[in-house]
């Protein structure tokens, strides 16, 4: 079974840009979780998708936004980017809602705002 | 504040000696997972232990859980050089609906 799929891998966008990143769950997986790493904050939860539907959401400001579709396939969206808001962003998908089950990372988007 | 806080916050030991990462966490939780970091890349999950248990083994690695003191241990046994990397503890607490990751332990295997 294929795993978790992130893209683009990398990313380099200036400030006041926006930027929208896609996440392809393991098939079969209906929650798909975003996280930012930083090397100051570390991983943060940012939003849960499941079946379409926003479960829970970080203490984001509204800039960051996400979507889920039909198919479980996610993206997240920031606009008006920031220089903070460079970092690795990761998605994770899992059977179950995301606090009782094990999550799946894909392999990360690395943003870099200039 | 994170709900998880790793120690020691860095580990360097020799190859085949057994590594120890703690965690420790603030509130109830239902359950307590572990994953690793290679650099830069995503996580991949390790363990996960529930609230009502108090050891899980797989393979080389051992986790313990104590609810009274509200700690999680990590053991690597016999540790190779392919095991350097940062391990995240993480915490689904009651009433939070989400995962809480700790700030990490980086791990070094020295040949």
């Known amino acids: 079974k294929a795993g978790v799929t992130q893209t683009p891998r990398y990313l380099i966008k200036t400030r006041g840009q926006q930027v929208t990143l896609s996440c392809s769950p393991i098939?079969?997986?209906?929650?798909v979780s975003w996280y930012q790493q930083t090397p100051g904050q570390g991983l943060q939860f940012l939003f849960e998708y499941f079946s379409e539907t926003q479960r829970n959401k970080g203490n984001f400001p509204g800039r960051f936004s996400g979507r889920q579709f039909s198919n479980s396939r996610s993206e997240m969206n920031v606009s008006t980017l920031e220089l903070g808001d460079s970092a690795l962003y990761l998605c994770a998908s899992s059977l179950n809602l995301v606090a009782s089950d094990t999550q799946y990372f894909g392999p990360g988007t690395r943003l870099t705002v200039l | 504040s994170q709900q998880g806080e790793e120690d020691p916050q860095a580990l360097s030991i020799q190859e085949g000696e057994n590594a120890t990462m703690n965690c420790s966490y603030k509130t109830s939780i239902n359950n307590l997972q572990w994953y690793r970091q290679n650099s830069g890349r995503g996580l991949v999950h390790l363990i996960l232990?529930?609230?009502?248990?108090r050891e899980k083994h797989s393979g080389r690695l051992r986790v313990t859980l104590d609810t009274s003191k509200k700690s999680s241990s990590l053991l690597i046994t016999a540790s190779r050089a392919a095991d350097t990397a940062s391990y995240f503890c993480?915490?689904?607490?009651?009433?939070?609906?989400?995962?809480?990751f700790g700030q990490g332990t980086r791990l070094t295997i020295n040949p």
């Open positions: 232990i529930r609230s009502n248990e």
């Open positions: 098939s079969g997986h209906r929650s």
């Open positions: 993480a915490t689904d607490y009651q009433g939070a609906q989400k995962l809480v």
